[in-house]
C-alpha cells in the first residue's frame, strides 16, 4: 500500500481536504475510507467529519425516526456513515426506550415534531410481548392465544395511529422467535407453541402492513439467522446497556435498515453492468478457451452459477443486466452462448459492451443505449483496477467491491442495497426481457435484404381493441408520457379517456403488439370522433419501441375501414409538432393523406375514404374487438 | 506490525474525536472531553469489533484508561472471558 494511502494519513489527507474547502475529494475520501474499513471507529469519524461540511454537498437529505425498545445508539453512526456512502445525508431522531405506542398516539410528541420521511419500529418480542417470552410456561394455551392476539392488535393500532399523523414510510421489525422454546422440542410440534404464536403475529403483521400504503415489514428473524442467533446476540450487552446485539452485527442491521432506506431515497440502481472474465466465470475466455474457463455445477465453477442465480433474481425485479467486457467478441459470445455451465445468457442482458475500449467510455454507451443516467448504474468487476478507474471517472456510478473469494459473489452483489425495491410491477418483472428482445429484433434486422423480408419474419400480431376499464389507465398514461411518435400530443386523464368512450361518435383504440420475439404489451392510441361525414383523428400514438415496423399503418388503416363502415367520406387529422415529435412528421403525408392548411400551430390532412388505397399490411396478423361500437 | 496499544489509541482518536498523538496510555474520561458513557460504550463495541474479542462487564468497568484497555484486550487475546 503507498504510504500517501495508509489509514493514519488518509484521515490526515481528509482534515487538511476540509480545511481547504475542497469538499467534494474530502467527501469521496471519506467514502474510500468508510468502503475500506467499514465498523464503529470509522464511522465515528466519519460522520464528525461530514457533519463539518455536508451542507457544502449534493447529497439527498433524509430524516429518520427511530422508534425502539433497546440500545440503538451505536448503531447510528454506523448508519449515517453507510447512507453518506449512497450519497444520503440522513438525520437520525431515536425515540425514548419503549415509548413508542404514546409516541405515535400524542400528535404533539418529539417523533412528529421531528417531520421524519421514514420511522422504523424496532421492538422486541421480550418487549412487546413479555408473557410470551418470559412467562410462557405459565400460560394456559387459551391465555397464550390471548397473549398473541392482544400483540397484534398492539401494532395494528400503532400503524393505523401513526398513519393519523403521519405520511412517512413505516417499517416494523418482525418479532424474533425464540432460539430456545420453553417447551423444548414440544414447542415445535404445534402452531399453538411460543415459536408459532410469534410466527402468527408476524403474519398478521405482514398482511396488515400489505393493506397499508407505505408500511413494510422488516423480517428480523431472516437477519438474525443469516448471521447465525448465537452469535448475533449478546446477553452481556443487554444487561449493561440494554444493548442486545454483539458489536460484530451492529453493522448488519445498520445494513438492513439501508435496505429500505435506499430504495426511500431513490438511490437505487436500474442496471449492473458485469464483467465477464473472473466475475460471470473462473478464468480467462480468450487464454483458457471453452473448456478451460470453470463455471459449472461443481466446484469452483458453482461459485459462478451462484452470482449467476443472484443476477436473474435482479432481474426478475426489473434491473438491467449488461456485460461490459475487454474481449474478442466472438469468444465472449461462444461461452455466453454454449458453455454448458452458464445459467445467463444474452437473451437475460439489455447491452453488450464487449470491444478493447475503457470501461468509463462503454458505461457511458450503455447507460445511453439503455435511456438511463449513468448514476443509475452499478458495476461488477473482479479487477480493482477497472473498479478504481470506473470510480475515478464516474464517481456516481454505483462500484460494487467483490471479494477476494469468487464464493463471497453472490452474496456481495445480493447485499447491495441499490438493488431493493419496495414493490414491484408486472413491468418490471420482464424489463430485461423486453430489452433483449428489443436487442435481438435490432439483430435479425440486419440480416434481411429487404425491410419486407424482415416484417415477414418477425410474425407481428396486432390486437386492437375500444378501450376498456381494464386498459382505461394505461391508456392515459400512453398519452401522459408518449412523445416522438405523438401526432397531436394531446395529454388525458384516466377519467377524460373514460367519458370519450362513453359517447357514441368517439372511437378510443387500444392496440397490443407481439412479434416472434416477445410481447410489447399495449403500445398504441388512437381517438376519432365523427362529425357529420367526416372522422377526425384526435390522437394518434405509439410507443417508440414499435414503430418503424408498419404497426402504425396497421392502426391508421383500422381507424380509416371503421370510419367508413360508420358512413364517414373522410379522415382528418391534425400535426401538431413540438420538440420531440418529428419522427411523425410525415406520417399523413406517406399514407396518401393530402395537406388541408397550415396554421400556426400544425398541418391538417384529409383522406378521401371512398377512394383510399389505405390498407394494412399482410404480415401482420390483425385481431379486432371493437366492443360493438365501431 | 502496529502495537496493541497503538491500535486502541488509533480506536480512540476515531471514537474521541481527538487526533492519535494526544491519546496517551494515561488519557481517561478525566482528560478527555468527549469520554463519556455513551462513548466508552462505543469504544468497547470499536475494540471488541476490531480485535475480535470479547470483553466482561469486569473489564468494561476496569477499562479506565487507554493503556488499561490495551492491556485488557492482551488479556482477552489470550484468555476469551467467560
Given at each position: 500500500?503507498?504510504?500517501?494511502h495508509?489509514p493514519?494519513?488518509?484521515?490526515?489527507e481528509?482534515d487538511r481536504?476540509?480545511a481547504?474547502?475542497?469538499y467534494d475529494?474530502a467527501?469521496?475520501?471519506?467514502?474510500?475510507?468508510w468502503?475500506?474499513?467499514?465498523?464503529?471507529?470509522?464511522?465515528?469519524f466519519?460522520?464528525t467529519r461530514?457533519?463539518?461540511?455536508?451542507?457544502q454537498?449534493?447529497?439527498?437529505?433524509?430524516?429518520l425516526?427511530?422508534l425502539r425498545?433497546?440500545t440503538?445508539e451505536p448503531?447510528?453512526?454506523?448508519l449515517?456513515?453507510?447512507?453518506?456512502?449512497?450519497g444520503i445525508?440522513?438525520?437520525?431522531h431515536?425515540?425514548?426506550?419503549s415509548?413508542?405506542v404514546?409516541?405515535?398516539?400524542?400528535?404533539?410528541?418529539s417523533?412528529?415534531?421531528f417531520?421524519?420521511?421514514a420511522v422504523?419500529?424496532?421492538?422486541?418480542?421480550?418487549?412487546a410481548?413479555?408473557?410470551?417470552?418470559?412467562?410462557f410456561?405459565d400460560?394456559a394455551?387459551?391465555a397464550a392465544?390471548?397473549a398473541?392476539d392482544?400483540?397484534?392488535?398492539?401494532?395494528e393500532?400503532?400503524?393505523s395511529?401513526?398513519r393519523?399523523?403521519?405520511?412517512a414510510a413505516?417499517?416494523?421489525?418482525?418479532l424474533?422467535r425464540?432460539?430456545?422454546?420453553?417447551l423444548?422440542?414440544?414447542d415445535?410440534?404445534?402452531?399453538?407453541?411460543q415459536?408459532g404464536l410469534v410466527?402468527?403475529?408476524?403474519?398478521?403483521?405482514?398482511?396488515f402492513?400489505?393493506?397499508?400504503?407505505g408500511v413494510?415489514v422488516l423480517?428480523?428473524?431472516a437477519?438474525?439467522?443469516?448471521y447465525?442467533?448465537?452469535?448475533?446476540?449478546d446477553?452481556?450487552?443487554?444487561?449493561?446497556?440494554?444493548?442486545p446485539i454483539?458489536?460484530?452485527?451492529?453493522l448488519h442491521m445498520?445494513r438492513?435498515?439501508m435496505?429500505?432506506?435506499?430504495p426511500l431515497?431513490g438511490?437505487t440502481?436500474k442496471?449492473?453492468v458485469?464483467?465477464?472474465d473472473?466475475?460471470?466465470w473462473?478464468?480467462v475466455?480468450?487464454?483458457?478457451g471453452?473448456t478451460?474457463i470453470?463455471v459449472?455445477p461443481?466446484?469452483?465453477g458453482?461459485?459462478?452459477?451462484a452470482?449467476?442465480?443472484?443476477?436473474?433474481?435482479?432481474?426478475?425485479?426489473?434491473?438491467?443486466?449488461a456485460?461490459c467486457?475487454k474481449n474478442?467478441?466472438?469468444?465472449a459470445?461462444e461461452?455466453?452462448?454454449?458453455?454448458?455451465?452458464?445459467l445467463?445468457?444474452p437473451?437475460?442482458f439489455?447491452?453488450l459492451r464487449i470491444n478493447?475500449?475503457?470501461?468509463a467510455q462503454?458505461?457511458?454507451?450503455?447507460a445511453r443505449?439503455?435511456?438511463i443516467?449513468v448514476?443509475a448504474?452499478?458495476f461488477?468487476?473482479?479487477n480493482s483496477?477497472e473498479r478504481?478507474?470506473v470510480r475515478s471517472?464516474?464517481?456516481?456510478?454505483?462500484v460494487i467491491?467483490?471479494?477476494q473469494?469468487?464464493?463471497e459473489y453472490?452474496?456481495?452483489?445480493r447485499?447491495?442495497p441499490?438493488?431493493?425495491?419496495l414493490?414491484?410491477?408486472a413491468?418490471d418483472q420482464?424489463r430485461?426481457s423486453?430489452y433483449?428482445?428489443q436487442?435481438?429484433?435490432?439483430?435479425?434486422?440486419?440480416?434481411?435484404q429487404?425491410k419486407?423480408?424482415f416484417?415477414?419474419?418477425?410474425?407481428?400480431?396486432?390486437?386492437?381493441?375500444a378501450v376498456?376499464e381494464l386498459t382505461?389507465a394505461r391508456v392515459a398514461?400512453?398519452?401522459?408520457?408518449t412523445?416522438?411518435?405523438?401526432?397531436t400530443?394531446r395529454r388525458?386523464?384516466?377519467?377524460?379517456?373514460a367519458?370519450?368512450?362513453?359517447r357514441?361518435?368517439w372511437h378510443?383504440?387500444?392496440?397490443r403488439v407481439?412479434d416472434?420475439?416477445?410481447?410489447?404489451g399495449?403500445?398504441?392510441v388512437?381517438?376519432?370522433?365523427d362529425e357529420?361525414e367526416q372522422c377526425?383523428v384526435?390522437?394518434?400514438l405509439l410507443s417508440?419501441r414499435?414503430?418503424g415496423?408498419?404497426?402504425?399503418t396497421a392502426l391508421?388503416?383500422h381507424i380509416?375501414?371503421?370510419a367508413a363502415?360508420?358512413g364517414?367520406?373522410?379522415?382528418?387529422?391534425w400535426f401538431l409538432?413540438?420538440?420531440?415529435?418529428?419522427?411523425?412528421?410525415?406520417?399523413?403525408e406517406q399514407h396518401?393523406?393530402?395537406?388541408q392548411?397550415?396554421?400556426?400551430?400544425?398541418?391538417l390532412?384529409?383522406l378521401d375514404l371512398?377512394?383510399s388505397?389505405?390498407?394494412?399490411p399482410?404480415?401482420?396478423?390483425?385481431?379486432?374487438h371493437d366492443?360493438g361500437?365501431? | 506490525?502496529?502495537?496493541?496499544?497503538e491500535?486502541v489509541?488509533a480506536?480512540a482518536s476515531?471514537?474521541f474525536?481527538?487526533?492519535a498523538g494526544k491519546?496517551?496510555a494515561?488519557s481517561s474520561p478525566e482528560?478527555?472531553e468527549?469520554?463519556?458513557?455513551?462513548?466508552h460504550?462505543?469504544l468497547v463495541?470499536a475494540?471488541?469489533?476490531k480485535?475480535?474479542?470479547?470483553l466482561a462487564?469486569?473489564?468494561?468497568?476496569?477499562?479506565k484508561t487507554?493503556?488499561?484497555?490495551?492491556?485488557?484486550v492482551?488479556?482477552?487475546l489470550q484468555s476469551?472471558?467467560?
Amino acid at each position: 500500500m503507498p504510504a500517501e494511502h495508509s489509514p493514519a494519513n488518509l484521515r490526515a489527507e481528509i482534515d487538511r481536504l476540509i480545511a481547504e474547502g475542497a469538499y467534494d475529494p474530502a467527501a469521496r475520501r471519506l467514502a474510500e475510507l468508510w468502503r475500506r474499513d467499514p465498523g464503529s471507529a470509522v464511522a465515528s469519524f466519519v460522520t464528525t467529519r461530514v457533519d463539518q461540511f455536508r451542507h457544502q454537498l449534493q447529497l439527498a437529505k433524509f430524516k429518520l425516526a427511530i422508534l425502539r425498545s433497546f440500545t440503538v445508539e451505536p448503531i447510528v453512526p454506523l448508519l449515517r456513515a453507510d447512507a453518506f456512502a449512497y450519497g444520503i445525508d440522513l438525520e437520525v431522531h431515536v425515540g425514548d426506550f419503549s415509548t413508542y405506542v404514546q409516541d405515535i398516539v400524542d400528535a404533539n410528541s418529539s417523533l412528529y415534531r421531528f417531520a421524519p420521511d421514514a420511522v422504523i419500529l424496532a421492538v422486541r418480542t421480550e418487549e412487546a410481548a413479555p408473557d410470551l417470552a418470559r412467562d410462557f410456561a405459565d400460560l394456559a394455551p387459551d391465555a397464550a392465544q390471548q397473549a398473541s392476539d392482544r400483540v397484534t392488535r398492539s401494532f395494528e393500532q400503532s400503524i393505523s395511529g401513526f398513519r393519523q399523523h403521519s405520511q412517512a414510510a413505516l417499517i416494523v421489525h418482525s418479532l424474533g422467535r425464540p432460539g430456545h422454546p420453553s417447551l423444548g422440542v414440544v414447542d415445535s410440534q404445534s402452531e399453538g407453541g411460543q415459536s408459532g404464536l410469534v410466527r402468527k403475529i408476524n403474519a398478521d403483521l405482514r398482511r396488515f402492513a400489505a393493506g397499508e400504503r407505505g408500511v413494510y415489514v422488516l423480517d428480523y428473524d431472516a437477519l438474525v439467522s443469516r448471521y447465525g442467533s448465537q452469535r448475533w446476540h449478546d446477553e452481556r450487552k443487554w444487561l449493561m446497556a440494554r444493548l442486545p446485539i454483539a458489536a460484530d452485527h451492529l453493522l448488519h442491521m445498520a445494513r438492513e435498515w439501508m435496505r429500505f432506506l435506499v430504495p426511500l431515497t431513490g438511490r437505487t440502481a436500474k442496471a449492473l453492468v458485469v464483467d465477464l472474465d473472473n466475475t460471470l466465470w473462473g478464468g480467462v475466455i480468450g487464454e483458457d478457451g471453452m473448456t478451460g474457463i470453470k463455471v459449472g455445477p461443481e466446484y469452483p465453477g458453482a461459485a459462478y452459477q451462484a452470482l449467476h442465480r443472484a443476477l436473474l433474481d435482479l432481474s426478475r425485479r426489473g434491473i438491467l443486466l449488461a456485460i461490459c467486457s475487454k474481449n474478442n467478441l466472438d469468444d465472449a459470445m461462444e461461452a455466453l452462448e454454449k458453455h454448458p455451465g452458464m445459467l445467463v445468457r444474452p437473451r437475460h442482458f439489455a447491452a453488450l459492451r464487449i470491444n478493447w475500449t475503457d470501461k468509463a467510455q462503454n458505461l457511458r454507451e450503455i447507460a445511453r443505449e439503455l435511456n438511463i443516467s449513468v448514476d443509475a448504474l452499478a458495476f461488477l468487476d473482479d479487477n480493482s483496477f477497472e473498479r478504481a478507474q470506473v470510480r475515478s471517472i464516474l464517481p456516481e456510478v454505483t462500484v460494487i467491491d467483490l471479494p477476494q473469494n469468487p464464493l463471497e459473489y453472490a452474496v456481495a452483489v445480493r447485499d447491495c442495497p441499490v438493488f431493493e425495491r419496495l414493490a414491484l410491477s408486472a413491468e418490471d418483472q420482464r424489463r430485461t426481457s423486453m430489452y433483449a428482445e428489443q436487442r435481438q429484433r435490432a439483430g435479425a434486422e440486419q440480416n434481411f435484404q429487404s425491410k419486407e423480408d424482415f416484417f415477414r419474419y418477425l410474425e407481428q400480431e396486432a390486437e386492437l381493441e375500444a378501450v376498456t376499464e381494464l386498459t382505461r389507465a394505461r391508456v392515459a398514461q400512453l398519452t401522459q408520457k408518449t412523445n416522438q411518435f405523438n401526432l397531436t400530443t394531446r395529454r388525458y386523464t384516466e377519467q377524460q379517456i373514460a367519458e370519450m368512450a362513453a359517447r357514441r361518435d368517439w372511437h378510443v383504440f387500444s392496440i397490443r403488439v407481439k412479434d416472434r420475439f416477445g410481447d410489447h404489451g399495449l403500445v398504441g392510441v388512437a381517438i376519432a370522433h365523427d362529425e357529420g361525414e367526416q372522422c377526425e383523428v384526435e390522437t394518434f400514438l405509439l410507443s417508440c419501441r414499435v414503430i418503424g415496423r408498419t404497426v402504425e399503418t396497421a392502426l391508421l388503416a383500422h381507424i380509416a375501414k371503421s370510419a367508413a363502415e360508420r358512413g364517414c367520406k373522410r379522415l382528418v387529422g391534425w400535426f401538431l409538432p413540438t420538440k420531440k415529435n418529428a419522427p411523425a412528421r410525415d406520417f399523413y403525408e406517406q399514407h396518401g393523406f393530402q395537406r388541408q392548411e397550415n396554421n400556426g400551430s400544425g398541418s391538417l390532412w384529409a383522406l378521401d375514404l371512398n377512394n383510399s388505397p389505405l390498407r394494412s399490411p399482410d404480415w401482420i396478423k390483425l385481431g379486432v374487438h371493437d366492443g360493438g361500437k365501431n | 506490525m502496529t502495537s496493541t496499544f497503538e491500535q486502541v489509541q488509533a480506536i480512540a482518536s476515531d471514537i474521541f474525536g481527538v487526533p492519535a498523538g494526544k491519546i496517551s496510555a494515561d488519557s481517561s474520561p478525566e482528560t478527555v472531553e468527549n469520554w463519556d458513557s455513551m462513548q466508552h460504550l462505543n469504544l468497547v463495541l470499536a475494540i471488541e469489533e476490531k480485535f475480535g474479542v470479547q470483553l466482561a462487564p469486569e473489564d468494561i468497568e476496569q477499562m479506565k484508561t487507554i493503556g488499561a484497555a490495551a492491556t485488557l484486550v492482551e488479556k482477552r487475546l489470550q484468555s476469551p472471558a467467560r
